[in-house]
């Protein structure tokens, strides 16, 4: 692998995640420096996250039919320009426009450099290169609140934006002098409306909507156990917010180191066995949530396998998002990231019905049917592309 030409891309992976998760810890101060709710401050992670997912759609179409390179150094460029006017926000809904920019950037982001990725490594080593690329992923989200709130104690919540955009640009030169121009096209150039046919082509092609529902799935259980897990532990419980803090980005920090190897065995073994791995023990753990007690370390020692589960089924997930449609790659994934992380904006929405009467055990249950249903649309989805060539 070419390493030289893969690290601006991992940055730039990292990034998209470190500035939606980041804004986490920054919440309470935003609420206080202009008096406001949490509930109302919260709202700069949906300004964010509603444009990442729903531009996501078009970005690789987009992509596909100009010029990758420039439209990912327009990502770049777009979430650099987003995050500096986040710092110089004078009012919150000045930062929530912002916001909302700085997610459009991330839309170019995400499924165009893990569609260039694909392209960059040999077939053979796909496997590891997504392994790297989740690696990536998870260090963004995992360091993110943590850079964020070391940042804000030293010198406010305004220089964590501006490091977000210093990072954008680092990762933008040096993706800049890297890569290569592409080669021209020829002939009249496409409109813009010629977008929409190349998305209605991705969303046709044998699998993909099977495979990107895997992840919608599985976002939902990822997110559904984390989230109503901290509820339930700061409500129920009683449980300080830095110790709930500790227990949920442990799933993080084993994330970051088994998402190569997943990748590697990936590689030797098949995309869906190691996918059925993580699946499995993604299952036991939340099995295991449900058949215990809550203490402490026994919730920790779950929610670290947990980690190396989930870390192990996305790597896998990802790298058939990449490859099964390779002569489509860039548009297909982008329609596999919409979806896929559309799982993450609606898991409290799919699993508050359980959660009020039946309390955290009743979104246990949900999210091993989420793990099941995952694995089961993935290898409808391989079966499907398989069939169809």
């Not at 401050?41 to 509603?50: G, K, N």
């Not at 954008?168 to 496409?190: D, H, K, N, T, W």
């Not at 949920?248 to 065995?265: E, H, R």
């Amino acid at each position: 692998m070419n390493l030289k030409k893969l690290i601006p891309l991992y940055l730039g992976a990292a990034v998209g995640p470190m500035g939606g998760v980041g804004v986490v810890t920054l919440i309470p101060v935003l609420a206080a420096t202009w008096s406001v709710d949490f509930a109302t401050a919260s709202l700069a992670i949906t300004f964010y996250m509603i444009p990442f997912v729903m531009v996501q759609l078009f970005s690789g179409a987009v992509a596909q039919l100009f010029d990758a390179r420039k439209t990912l150094m327009f990502g770049f460029a777009v979430y650099a320009l987003g995050a500096v006017l986040c710092g110089f926000s004078p009012s919150l809904w000045f930062l929530m426009a912002c916001r909302a920019i700085q997610g459009i950037g991330a839309a170019f982001l995400v499924p165009i450099v893990m569609a260039l990725i694909g392209e960059l490594v040999e077939e053979r080593d796909v496997g590891k290169a997504m392994g790297l690329l989740g690696m990536a992923y998870t260090v963004g989200v995992t360091l993110g609140p943590l850079i964020s709130g070391l940042i804000e104690v030293r010198f406010g919540w305004a220089v964590f934006f501006f490091f977000l955009a210093a990072l954008a640009v680092g990762a933008g030169i040096l993706y800049r002098f890297s890569s290569e121009p592409m080669q021209g096209r020829g002939g009249e150039a496409p409109g813009i409306l010629s977008v929409l046919p190349v998305l209605k082509d991705a969303f046709s092609r044998p699998g993909v909507l099977p495979l990107s529902f895997a992840a919608f799935c599985y976002f939902i259980a990822y997110i559904g156990i984390m989230t109503f897990t901290a509820d339930f532990l700061k409500s129920n419980v009683g449980l300080a917010s830095d110790r709930i803090g500790l227990l949920i980005s442990s799933t993080g920090f084993t994330g970051i180191a088994v998402s190569p190897l997943a990748g590697y065995l990936g590689d030797r073994w098949g995309r869906l066995k190691v996918l059925f791995g993580g699946a499995a023990i993604s299952l036991a753990c939340i099995v295991g949530m449900n058949l215990t007690a809550f203490s402490y370390g026994a919730y920790f020692f779950l929610f670290l396998v947990f980690g190396t589960g989930s870390a192990t089924a996305w790597t896998s997930l990802n790298t058939m998002g990449v490859q099964i449609q390779p002569t489509f790659r860039k548009p297909v994934t982008s329609v596999y990231n919409a979806v896929k992380f559309a799982g993450y904006a609606f898991s409290p929405l799919i699993l508050s019905p359980l959660y009020i009467p039946l309390h955290l055990k009743g979104v246990q249950w949900g999210c091993m049917v989420a793990v099941v249903l995952s694995f089961l649309m993935a290898w409808r989805g391989v079966a499907v592309s398989e069939r169809a060539k």
